[in-house]
T-cell receptor, first 109, second 113 residues
Framework: GENVEQHPSTLSVQEGDSAVIKCTYS??????FPWYKQELGKRPQLIID?????GEKKDQRIAVTLNKTAKHFSLHITETQPEDSAVYFC????????FGTGTRLQVFP | GAGVSQSPSNKVTEKGKDVELRCDPI?????LYWYRQSLGQGLEFLIY????????KSGLPSDRFSAERTGGSVSTLTIQRTQQEDSAVYLC???????????FGEGSWLTVV
């Protein structure tokens, strides 16, 4: 079956530093790669996504990079701020739309 | 409505009782998903519906769980003979089709006492 792994499971950074979260998947047919952010007590919401015809996409302080050959994609957050503190999930488009195990990011002022 | 709507938002039930959770997806979305999230945990896939195709029920944890989607729109997740381990937030989501952004509802918080 499909396998989706995220690393690290927790990440603590100082405000202003960068954060990188990696998602590894097994389904070679996947071609849509989103990242969702879930703040405490809230629903998950899409923050950025990429399709397999491009290798990188940026939106202000957030970027996603894709390595389809190696079957992984990463979320990059630069100049982190306390409001970036949340749990981040990847969800490559496997048949079941399985979410990664999540990464808890804490940004300390 | 503009978003995915779920009801009830909170439900406290006694062990052994049946519960029904309702999801009204975004109008025009053909794909509908149910996930379960225990406190501080990840998103556990339960079931998804795509158009008129037979649903993928492979994530349902036991035969006490069932779901249906009527008329390609509203969905109901039913949990029979609830157990304490069923306590969690049940999140419904929809997307225009598969392989597109999914939009979550606020969730139904179930507590089994």
């Amino acid at each position: 079956g499909e396998n989706v792994e995220q690393h690290p499971s927790t990440l603590s950074v100082q405000e202003g530093d960068s954060a990188v979260i990696k998602c590894t998947y097994s389904d070679s047919a996947s071609n849509y790669f989103p990242w969702y952010k879930q703040e405490l007590g809230k629903r998950p919401q899409l923050i950025i996504d990429i399709r397999s015809n491009v290798g990188e996409k940026k939106d202000q302080r957030i970027a996603v990079t894709l390595n389809k050959t190696a079957k992984h994609f990463s979320l990059h957050i630069t100049e982190t701020q306390p409001e970036d503190s949340a749990v981040y999930f990847c969800a490559p488009d496997t048949d079941k739309l399985i979410f990664g195990t999540g990464t808890r990011l804490q940004v300390f002022p | 409505g503009a978003g995915v709507s779920q009801s009830p938002s909170n439900k406290v039930t006694e062990k052994g009782k049946d519960v029904e959770l309702r999801c009204d997806p975004i109008s025009g979305h053909t794909a509908l998903y149910w996930y379960r999230q225990s406190l501080g945990q990840g998103l556990e896939f339960l079931i998804y519906f795509q158009g008129n195709s037979a649903p993928d029920k492979s994530g349902l944890p036991s035969d006490r769980f069932s779901a249906e989607r009527t008329g390609g729109s509203v969905s109901t997740l039913t949990i029979q003979r609830t157990q304490q381990e069923d306590s969690a937030v049940y999140l419904c989501a929809s997307s225009f089709t598969l392989k597109n952004t999914i939009y979550f509802g606020e969730g139904s918080w179930l507590t089994v006492v």
